[in-house]
């Protein structure tokens, strides 16, 4: 079974632009999870997304945002790009929404805001 | 967010158990015990996840206090491929998010 892609891998934007990071889970799974991740910070969770809907957000500004379709394939987006937004940002997804569910992390996109 | 405490490092040779502490003291009772690893340039592994009875996997064992207010990882032969930071979460039932903390780097030696 395929594992959670992330696409792209690799992206450099200036700051102020917008960027939109996608994300597919594994076939089956439904919910799909965000994390950032940085040197200063670790890992930080952005948003969940189950069934086409937001479930948790973590404390981003409204900057960040997400969705999820249908296929439950989820894509984020960052608005206004600043320099503290180059980061590591991770796709999970699992199978069900749950504190009993294992998520499985994609390999990231690595933006970098210059 | 319940919270936990790891120790920042440990070491351990080829082929030789390491058992990984981790302390949650203000654990509530329907907090899931997660274990994740990250191997270096990758995304965070799944490792292992428990509630109240201990674990196994094929990875590894999750031994848990009766309390639940401490448990251990336990690679029963650890191999250089086992080399990551290893994060041990409280995944809140309400909630559901995994809350990463600052993990355990562990270093195996040959």
């Known amino acids: 079974k395929a594992g959670v892609t992330q696409t792209p891998r690799y992206l450099i934007k200036t700051r102020g632009q917008q960027v939109t990071l996608s994300c597919s889970p594994i076939s089956g799974h439904r919910s799909v999870s965000w994390y950032q991740q940085t040197p200063g910070q670790g890992l930080q969770f952005l948003f969940e997304y189950f069934s086409e809907t937001q479930r948790n957000k973590g404390n981003f500004p409204g900057r960040f945002s997400g969705r999820q379709f249908s296929n439950s394939r989820s894509e984020m987006n960052v608005s206004t790009l600043e320099l503290g937004d180059s980061a590591l940002y991770l796709c999970a997804s699992s199978l069900l929404t749950g504190s009993s569910y294992e998520q499985y992390f994609g390999p990231g996109t690595r933006l970098t805001v210059t | 967010d319940a919270k936990t405490t790891q120790p920042n490092s440990m070491e351990s040779n080829e082929e030789e158990p390491v058992h990984l502490p981790c302390n949650h003291s203000?654990?509530?009772?329907?907090?899931?015990i997660h274990w994740y690893r990250q191997l270096p340039s990758q995304g965070p592994e799944y490792v292992i996840h428990g509630l109240t009875s201990n674990v196994n996997n094929r990875m590894a064992s999750l031994a848990i206090a009766e309390d639940r207010k401490s448990s251990t990882l336990i690679l029963h032969r650890a191999t250089l491929r086992d080399a990551a930071v290893y994060y041990c979460i409280l995944r809140d039932y309400n909630t559901d998010k995994l809350i990463f903390g600052t993990g355990t780097r562990l270093q195996v030696f040959p």
């Open positions: 203000t654990i509530s009772g329907t907090d899931y």
